[in-house]
């Protein structure tokens, strides 16, 4: 039986894949969609030590993740990597890892609108500006921080999408570690395509803010990547594009 580690993106947790996972464990598939160290909700209050946590910190939580996961595994059962975001570049740092140690880790990966590695160039003024609104934002990569509700509709939400809808979706995000944030935007991790030793699939948004589609073929074509895109925004997680999604993916994964 196939199994999925769905990992999330900034702000993100284990909640944020409900409806992607409600859908793979219909079709059989083991999902085991993580929160990453300290994220809790938006209505609870942040572990201080949350602003000091960078991506090896949550490389290391993903390493134990993964020997628990694959206790699971029986011989020749498929291990796909899922990743939303920033989440999907710690797969990637993840299947580096294993190359290097010559295991192969994931039998696939997909990105579902991928922040970008090192060499490529994401930051536009709509970037700036959603990532401005981060509160507290003085020394920000110092200390856990959040995104108030308007700007994180507007940057990853659909504009049609009912209000109601909006602030449910909102409610599901973390409070996120601010280094990790400047790492993202501004110092993300160098990734060996050579050691990304399986098929990748990328997935993109029409209506992406963050990471618009010209941005996503070119770390498509940086991983001699599959892409796919469909009528979404940055958060297709649970957005109107989802089940054509979900249909894409699962598809990509049966055809390879």
């Known amino acids: 039986m196939a199994a999925i580690m769905m990992v999330p993106g900034l702000f993100g947790n284990k909640d944020v ?59 020749g059962d498929p291990f796909i990597g899922m990743g ?3 989440g999907a570049l710690l797969l990637l740092m993840l299947q580096e890892i294993f190359a290097e140690r010559g295991e192969k880790l994931f039998s696939k990966i997909v990105m579902i609108t991928p922040a970008p590695p090192k060499g490529i160039c994401a930051l536009s003024r709509a970037t700036i500006k959603a990532y401005l609104g981060i509160k507290p ?13 308007a700007g994180m509709a507007k940057a990853v939400m659909e504009d049609l999408m009912p209000q109601a809808d909006k602030k449910n979706l909102f409610g599901d995000f973390s409070w996120e570690s601010g280094r990790v944030i400047l790492e993202t935007l501004l110092f ?15 997935m993109a948004g029409t209506y992406d803010l963050l990471i618009p589609p010209r941005v996503a073929r070119k770390i498509a074509a940086m991983f001699s990547a599959e892409y796919r895109e469909v009528k979404g925004t940055h958060f297709a997680l649970k957005g109107s594009a989802r089940k054509r999604m979900c249909q894409i993916i699962m598809d990509w994964i049966y055809d390879i």
């Not at 994220?39 to 290391?60: C, H, Q, S």
Request: aromatic share 14%; proline share 10%; net charge positive.
């Open 188 to 202: 993300p991790p160098k990734i060996d395509p050579t050691k990304i030793n399986c098929p990748v699939l990328v």
């Open 137 to 149: 934002l003085w020394r920000f990569w110092k200390k856990p921080v959040r995104r108030e509700f």
């Open 17 to 75: 894949w409900s409806k992607v996972q409600s859908f793979f464990e219909r079709f059989g598939f083991k999902c085991f969609p993580v929160t990453l160290p300290l994220r809790v909700k938006f209505a609870e209050t942040p572990n201080p030590k949350l602003g000091e946590i960078g991506a090896e910190d949550d490389i290391k939580f993903l390493l134990t993740q993964v020997a628990e996961i694959r206790k699971t595994l029986k011989s």
């Open 84 to 86: 939303y975001s920033r």
